[in-house]
């Protein structure tokens, strides 16, 4: 006999309560527009496609109606939330809804809304090595120039051997037990940390490396936003999708 049990629910915390300093005058950044659809929308059906089946948004809860209105056709089902001072508190914000909202979730990814299209495959990636056992996993990138690291004095640098090099992107997977424990831990500690991993490797747990893709870029300035459409546009001509 075997069992017809569906899979288990693979919950996502997408953080989206940024202020967008870098990106200027406009819109809050989550609620650019690429191709009539809200940068948010795009992260959250991104996440939908590789098989992500909840999402909690953390945004700024001022915006609400505004998100509200972003994520109404959204491909699964969502609940927003008030986000923090830094990313790291917006996380555990949301860490405390998914408690809520998905009582029973073993698996937690964490997001930004800030990067729309990472591929279906990059998030399916995440998931399986979740499901695998590893605890904590964040894709990555080569790094494609030379890296130099300031060192000593005005204008001293050193050339950095940038095949030892990753550039960490989301969405980043963890066990949903040990990513509290990390957050509890960075809380308690006064620790101040840019992404997820660093939290779990701050309590020993270990973070496994899967591919990411150039797709998955952060809308970080201007520059990017521009990247962030023509990766659109040829999502659109590639699959004939019109938003
Ligand atoms: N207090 C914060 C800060 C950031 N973020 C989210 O974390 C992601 C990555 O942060 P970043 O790209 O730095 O966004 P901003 O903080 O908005 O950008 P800036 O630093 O230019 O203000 C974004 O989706 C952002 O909305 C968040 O939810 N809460
Ligand atoms: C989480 C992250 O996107 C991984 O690269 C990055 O650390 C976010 O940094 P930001 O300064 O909050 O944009």
Do not use: Y
């Not at 089902?77 to 923090?84: E, I, Y």
């Not at 990636?125 to 590893?134: E, H, K, Y």
């Not at 894709?139 to 030892?164: E, F």
Request: proline share 5%; aromatic share 2%; with cysteine.
């Amino acid at each position: 006999m075997t069992s017809s049990a569906s899979p288990e629910p693979v919950v996502a915390v997408v953080v989206a309560a940024g202020s967008g300093v870098r990106l200027g005058a406009g819109a809050p950044k989550a609620l650019r527009e690429i191709g009539g659809r809200a940068l948010v929308a795009h992260a959250v059906n991104a996440l939908a496609a590789g098989g992500v089946t909840r999402v909690v948004v953390v945004s700024r809860l001022e915006l609400a109606d505004d998100f509200d209105r972003a994520l109404a056709d959204a491909t699964i089902p969502w609940t927003l939330v008030g986000g923090g001072a830094e990313r790291q508190d917006s996380v555990a914000n949301g860490l405390a809804e998914v408690a809520r909202v998905e009582p029973g979730a073993r698996h937690v990814l964490v997001h930004d809304a800030a990067r729309p299209f990472v591929p279906a495959t990059v998030v399916a990636a995440v998931v399986d090595a979740l499901r695998a056992g590893a605890p904590a996993v964040i894709p990555v990138t080569p790094v494609v120039d030379t890296i130099r690291a300031l060192s000593g004095g005005p204008g001293a640098s050193a050339v950095v051997d940038r095949s030892v090099l990753r550039a960490v992107q989301t969405p980043q997977g963890f066990d949903l037990a040990t990513l509290v424990r990390a957050h509890q831990h960075v809380r308690s500690e006064g620790l101040a940390v840019t992404d997820d991993a660093m939290a779990c490797e701050a309590i020993g747990a270990a973070v496994t490396l899967v591919e990411g893709s150039r797709d998955a870029l952060k809308v970080t300035d201007p520059f990017d936003l521009e990247i962030a459409e023509a990766v659109w546009q040829r999502r659109r001509h590639l699959t004939g999708e019109t938003r």
